[in-house]
């Protein structure tokens, strides 16, 4: 069974930083893209980036651009989400998604997806 699991979540103040991780241990990393999604309280959940399998080209929600960087190891099998210079409108649930579909797809396609984790909460204080 596929299984994604973040970590990382927690409690910054507005302008920190978090790093968030999706491991997905005994996993054809390389067969995916993975992606992370965000649920903000009363807000409908959406894509937030992407990282795709094959050449490791990226995508990004406006909101988030030049603030968030996702990046993979390989290896290890874990996808990484930097979050810097963060707001409070960041705060929600953040899931970590995998799925074949490319990675302009996996950012809109949502409950569509093929693999999610558990969710990672992250609350960022003004």
């Known amino acids: 069974e596929v299984q994604l699991v973040e970590s990382g979540g927690g409690t910054v103040q507005a302008g920190g930083s978090l790093r968030l991780s999706c491991a997905a241990p005994?996993?054809?990393?390389?067969?995916?893209?993975i992606g992370w999604y965000r649920q903000a309280p009363g807000k409908d959940r959406g894509g937030v980036s992407c990282?795709?399998?094959?050449?490791?080209?990226?995508n990004y929600a406006d909101s988030v651009k030049g603030r968030f960087t996702i990046s993979k190891d390989n290896a290890k099998k874990t996808v990484y989400l930097q979050m810097n210079s963060l707001k409070p409108e960041d705060t929600g649930v953040y899931y970590c998604?995998?799925?074949?579909?490319?990675?302009?797809?996996?950012?809109?396609?949502?409950?569509?997806?093929?693999?999610w984790g558990q969710g990672t909460l992250v609350t960022v204080s003004s």
């Open positions: 005994g996993f054809s990393f390389d067969d995916w893209h």
């Open positions: 990282i795709a399998n094959n050449d490791g080209s990226t």
């Open positions: 998604v995998a799925d074949h579909h490319p990675c302009v797809a996996t950012m809109i396609l949502d409950r569509h997806l093929r693999h």
